[in-house]
């Protein structure tokens, strides 16, 4: 029994963590609890997850959830593809939200624990202080969906070295459930050049069939989506603030100029990234897999303009990876990997840091100066954290890839 936890400190950790999560609820309740980690709570519990299991509510009354959605109870509209319907054939209902969000997260921990069992005591350390974050606990407190895609991704990756075609099956899927995991197909380098073109051929050629089938719907949902400047990270997080500020009139160009910056970096990241080879330095290979797919999503999502943090999750897949390069022989990889750690951290846990900034200053300090100040140091955590994965990850590619696309 000794040896059996010593070989498996994560589950080990995470079985601890739950117990005294339980504790704290029945100790201190559940918005207190989460006010530990500056998390604002919503009432009732699984907040995300209740536009889901209303859907069969909205549907009932003959109405479209993406235009007029009186199942959620704060009349959101549905921003999820048409495949979430399913939960409503197979009767779903809102008294279910509990059960369900249990499950995802129960998913999101195997999606964790699977992959990362056996990794040792020191990688589980920085695992779990993401794991624990504000950012990471805001999608547990919601039981947003992003927990099963999680499960998706990273059970994807880690089966591409054990059976492509169910990797490709879980790849698929989370694509169906949500457009953003096309972005972790980079995961997919890792099988031969036939082989993966073939498969991300086949996964993009589906795809884009399902998208052109259901395309008024997803355009709906896009259109749906929230997009906010707090709790987000992404190109267009900057100029959002700016338009809710006296500076609103600097808004449009800041967002031109913060695209064109994250294109520049792109690039620049690539040129400098693809010229250190990187593709085979790591412990196993999974957790270069894990790597690829996780910052690919964080990259392609930064893109996409706001995310909320919780997508921050899929920065998980990228710590073990990261902490061996720490340790790499050559310099200019330990501090690249060092500063996408430091601005990871940051950007994981910046809602505590939020709260030590308002606590440090004057009372009479105004809010509004209180929150710029926590504000701009995550911002550029985000970005540096973002060309600091673009650099890894292209390094991190098979040489290949780069024969491929010229």
Known sequence: MKRTLIRYPLILTIALYIFLMVLLFLRFGYETTWQFWNIPTMTPHFADLRTITG?????????????????????????????????????????????????????????????????????????????????????????????????????????????????????????????????????????????????????????????????????????????????????SVLPQRLERSPFAPFAKPALYLTSVTAIAITLGGIFFGKRCDLSQNSPKAYYLDAFRAGSAIYIGTFFLGSNFDYRLMFLLLTIPQLVFWWQDHNAWVRRIAKISAIALYLSLWHRLILRGVERLLPANFPPAYSRALAFFPDELANWVLFGSLVVLLAASLPRWFYSAST
């Open 55 to 235: 859907l069969s509510f909205t549907l009932l009354q003959g109405l479209n959830p993406m235009l007029n959605n009186p199942g959620d109870p704060w009349q959101r509209p549905s921003n999820y593809p048409p495949i979430w319907k399913i939960l409503v054939w197979i009767g779903v209902r809102p008294q279910h939200t509990t059960l369900i969000g249990i499950l995802f997260i129960g998913l999101f921990f195997i999606g964790l624990c699977l992959p990362f069992a056996e990794l040792p005591w020191a990688e589980t350390f920085f695992l779990m202080l993401g794991v624990l974050s504000p950012a990471v606990l805001l999608g547990i407190e919601r039981a947003n969906t992003d927990l099963l895609i999680f499960f998706l991704v990273s059970i994807a990756a880690w089966l591409l070295g054990r059976s492509t075609a169910w990797a490709t099956l879980a790849f698929q899927m989370a694509i169906f459930l949500k457009l953003y995991p096309l972005f972790s197909l980079v995961a997919l380098t890792r099988l031969s050049k036939r082989v993966c073109l073939s498969i991300a051929g086949l996964i993009l050629a589906i795809s884009t069939l399902y998208f052109l089938i259901n395309f008024r719907e997803i355009l709906l949902a896009f259109q749906a989506t929230p997009k906010s400047h707090n709790l987000s990270y992404g190109i």
